[in-house]
């Protein structure tokens, strides 16, 4: 069999989490038996959806890796297809004209659910016979519409309005072998007979997806268990036509971390807003693969071991939990694992008020700080920070509690005596490196006779101005010797003496 799967989002919003675990399960498997993915827009509601939706879902997917085989499919463009499936239906008899009116059938409704209200209202009363009697009456109001022109019949008038409906049958049962939910039965008295064709020719969502779904030969319908009851309905379609099942597998929903039903709260955000939190694809890939899906002790897989590992049978039927904390850990793990001049560019993306001219030198001492960095980091958000100390430029601007570090005569005389002591040739006979660094700084402080916390706090505060930075040296790493001693070297007393001095 050649495996086909489809990932069909609305473009009425951004492609949120569970959209894309739902993206990253149907690549997978295509992926592992060598088959499609395929991409479908289902755009079928025009007043909701927007361009700007289908940018993001595009967008989103692209950021993930999860590559589509072919070019999105727009369900908008497909509507006559769907009129015509809906009349062969009629032709075969699975299907009917049905000409009761759109007000009668929402009458029905709201009487069922006035009976129930007032139901409800009796058993607060404490009258509970009465409220029997109540939801007796309302039963037949809200059991499954079975339409009077379900068996044929002359049009009430010509030209009168109609919809097509299914015909569900009368008694029996429809059972699903899902994948992941197991054996699912739906009783056809419990179905309704659904609309496929609007009075206005437009074809209803249950139809539209059935048809594209053959058309497109998707052979494994993977998505959340929100749609579970529109299989069995679907089923009905696929039945009439006489087309072979796709087989299901219908993926738990994403819960937040207290267990309530995802919302933007606990983090059901557009994928696009997790990268703009400084999160990388590999690492919201790979915590989307395991959030709901095992395979051994596995925690951290490459895309390759995950294609070659995933399987259906591996996704639990118990709803996930968004964990942020957990996001955090799994994207600190894939900082440290990254390639460090590729942090640099996107960690620049995440610096403000970058002069065009400084970019050079900033990336060039962001690879150099990188391996220090990243050991810190849990975003590259919070990379950025770390590293705002190169993007400054000269005088640095300094925080009160730098100003009055600095304003020390003592600490000015001995900030020109480290500046005398890095110029000195033999202090740094191997180049500016790390480990050559910090041994230059031991050797300063004990030529000095003060303890480290005598100094450091005033170098850093001459070179960041007293932000947020990274150790002394690998800043001074990162900065450069000429860069490092201009920075100190405009906080040393000028001549012809500094106060105090004869």
């Known amino acids: 069999m050649n495996i086909v799967t489809r990932f069909a989002p609305s473009p009425t919003g951004f492609l949120h989490i569970g959209g894309a675990r739902t993206a990253l399960f149907n690549w997978l498997f295509a992926r592992r038996h060598g088959g499609q993915f395929l991409l479908r827009i289902e755009d079928t509601d025009r007043e909701r959806s927007t361009q700007?939706?289908?940018?993001?879902?595009?967008?989103?997917?692209?950021?993930?890796?999860?590559?589509?085989?072919?070019?999105?499919?727009?369900?908008?463009?497909?509507?006559?297809?769907?009129?015509?499936?809906?009349?062969?239906?009629?032709?075969?008899?699975?299907?009917?004209?049905?000409?009761?009116?759109?007000?009668?059938?929402?009458?029905?409704?709201?009487?069922?659910?006035?009976?129930?209200?007032?139901?409800?209202?009796?058993?607060?009363?404490?009258?509970?016979?009465?409220?029997?009697?109540?939801?007796?009456?309302?039963?037949?109001?809200?059991?499954?519409?079975?339409?009077?022109?379900?068996?044929?019949?002359?049009?009430?008038?010509?030209?009168?309005?109609?919809?097509?409906?299914?015909?569900?049958?009368?008694?029996?049962?429809?059972?699903?072998?899902?994948?992941?939910?197991?054996?699912?039965?739906?009783?056809?008295?419990?179905?309704?007979?659904?609309?496929?064709?609007?009075?206005?020719?437009?074809?209803?969502?249950?139809?539209?997806?059935?048809?594209?779904?053959?058309?497109?030969?998707?052979?494994?319908?993977?998505?959340?268990?929100?749609?579970?009851?529109?299989?069995?309905?679907?089923?009905?379609?696929?039945?009439?036509?006489?087309?072979?099942?796709?087989?299901?597998?219908?993926?738990?929903?994403?819960?937040?971390?207290?267990?309530?039903?995802?919302?933007?709260?606990?983090?059901?955000?557009?994928?696009?807003?997790?990268?703009?939190?400084?999160?990388?694809?590999?690492?919201?890939?790979?915590?989307?693969?395991?959030?709901?899906?095992?395979?051994?002790?596995?925690?951290?897989?490459?895309?390759?071991?995950?294609?070659?590992?995933?399987?259906?049978?591996?996704?639990?039927?118990?709803?996930?939990?968004?964990?942020?904390?957990?996001?955090?850990?799994?994207?600190?793990?894939?900082?440290?694992?990254?390639?460090?001049?590729r942090l640099a560019d996107l960690a620049i993306g995440f610096m403000e008020n970058v002069d065009p001219a400084d970019r050079p030198r900033l990336r060039a001492g962001l690879v150099k700080a990188m391996p220090s960095l990243k050991l810190r980091a849990r975003t590259l958000r919070e990379l950025a920070a770390q590293a705002a100390f190169l993007a400054l430029r000269r005088p640095v601007p300094l925080t009160d509690k730098a100003r009055e570090l600095l304003a020390n005569p003592e600490t000015q005389l001995r900030l020109g005596r480290y500046v005398e002591f890095l110029g000195a040739p033999e202090t740094f006979p191997d180049a500016w490196r790390m480990d050559a660094i910090e041994r230059g700084l031991k050797e300063f402080v004990a030529q000095e006779g003060i303890g480290f916390g005598a100094f450091g706090p005033a170098l850093r505060a001459a070179l960041t101005g007293g932000i947020a930075s990274p150790d002394l040296a690998a800043m001074l790493y990162a900065l450069g010797i000429d860069e490092s001693r201009a920075r100190i070297l405009d906080h040393v007393c000028a001549p012809p003496a500094c106060p105090g001095q004869g």
Not at 134 to 142: D, I, S
């Open 52 to 341: 700007a939706a289908v940018d993001a879902i595009l967008d989103g997917l692209g950021w993930l890796a999860l590559d589509s085989d072919a070019p999105p499919l727009f369900q908008s463009t497909r509507a006559e297809r769907h009129r015509e499936i809906a009349l062969e239906m009629v032709a075969r008899g699975a299907a009917f004209r049905c000409y009761v009116p759109a007000a009668e059938l929402e009458f029905r409704r709201q009487r069922g659910r006035d009976l129930l209200d007032d139901a409800r209202t009796a058993d607060l009363a404490g009258d509970g016979s009465r409220a029997q009697a109540l939801r007796a009456e309302a039963e037949p109001f809200m059991a499954a519409f079975r339409s009077p022109w379900r068996n044929g019949g002359t049009p009430p008038d010509t030209g009168a309005p109609f919809v097509i409906r299914l015909r569900v049958p009368e008694s029996g049962e429809t059972r699903i072998a899902d994948k992941v939910q197991g054996d699912v039965v739906f009783e056809h008295s419990e179905l309704d007979d659904m609309v496929l064709l609007r009075s206005d020719g437009a074809p209803t969502y249950m139809l539209a997806v059935v048809v594209d779904d053959h058309d497109m030969g998707v052979t494994h319908v993977i998505r959340g268990v929100d749609h579970l009851t529109n299989a069995g309905r679907q089923v009905q379609i696929i039945t009439g036509m006489g087309w072979s099942r796709p087989v299901y597998a219908h993926v738990p929903l994403i819960h937040g971390a207290d267990g309530a039903k995802l919302s933007k709260r606990h983090g059901a955000l557009g994928v696009e807003a997790w990268r703009d939190m400084g999160y990388l694809p590999e690492a919201m890939g790979n915590y989307l693969l395991r959030l709901g899906w095992a395979e051994g002790d596995h925690e951290f897989l490459t895309r390759a071991e995950a294609v070659k590992l995933f399987s259906l049978e591996g996704i639990g039927r118990s709803p996930a939990r968004l964990d942020a904390d957990k996001i955090g850990a799994v994207n600190a793990h894939y900082l440290k694992a990254a390639d460090d001049a």
